[in-house]
């Protein structure tokens, strides 16, 4: 599957990959996209060994600095016009409990990494190396779920293990007019009905509305998490409001819902924990909105 973007810098981050002898994908989101025939912004790497040297590398070709995650086998590098690039190793996850971030050791193959992804849609890969060039890593049938616009989980546990998820899964079937698979569907009810999302840092339920909410459309993606139950974990009140696609921009809408909440838009905010100078930029703004 031949990328639709960034091809200068794939085709020379396979020729470092080669040269030392490394495995390397780009694994994830860019692959569904690409899969969907869209280009993508975000293209994040999968490499079968130490990543350090092949960063290093590029950063000497394209400028920029990186920042390792040694707890998560994970180097970020950003490159000079700013923009960010992850290069993770081969990976697995456990749960030490639900909720809690992962414990991150090494895997033995692309496969046995892809294996711990959200969903199947996100669980593909595109080898860059090797002697076919942009072959799909496909082990969970994420094309057939593109074709049938399904968001399915990998395993009956996912929702517990992540919380957040239930808020991804509802994110990506708004933005592509897709649906939950059926199992899907019931896991993430029985999370809501057990309240794993209640296990959530107030920061980590926050990021996920955030993003959310920067979608184009972010409607959608309310309406079926309000169907499932899963916004009132952030805030009790919190529903899909009309007019809420209408600002450009996360904070406007996180603002515009402070206003349409009215009396309770002052705990919506304060529940977001931002800084308290943040906090009162948004306040602000809803006031200015509400008096509209």
Known sequence: MRPLNDLPLLEHAAG??????????????????????????????????????????????????????????????????????????????????PGALPTVEQAGSAAEDLKRRDFACN????????????????????????RAGLVRVLHARSFEDDPTRIYRAARFAGRFGWRLEAGTEALARSAVKAGLPGLLSRQRLRNELVKLLSEAYPVPALEMLSSLG??????????????????????????????????EGGAFLAGLKYSNKETADLAALAARLEGK
């Open 123 to 146: 669980a593909m890969a595109v080898r860059l190396d090797g002697p076919e060039p942009y072959a799909l890593l496909d082990p969970y049938k994420g094309m057939d779920d593109i």
């Open 230 to 263: 899963a916004l009132a974990f952030i805030h009790p009140s919190l529903r899909p409001f009309d007019g809420l696609s209408a600002p450009a921009g996360a904070r406007e809408r996180l603002a515009l819902i402070a206003a349409r909440l009215g009396p």
């Open 16 to 97: 470092l990959a080669a040269a030392a002898g490394l495995e390397l994908y780009a694994v994830g989101g860019c692959a569904r996209d690409w899969a969907m025939g869209r280009a993508s912004a975000d293209i994040d790497f999968l490499v079968g060994g130490d990543q350090a040297p092949l960063v290093e590398a590029l950063e000497k070709a394209y400028g920029g600095s990186h920042q390792k995650f040694s707890p998560f086998l994970t180097v970020r590098y950003f490159m000079a016009d700013g923009r960010r690039l992850d290069f993770a190793r081969f990976r697995r996850e456990t749960y030490s409990r």
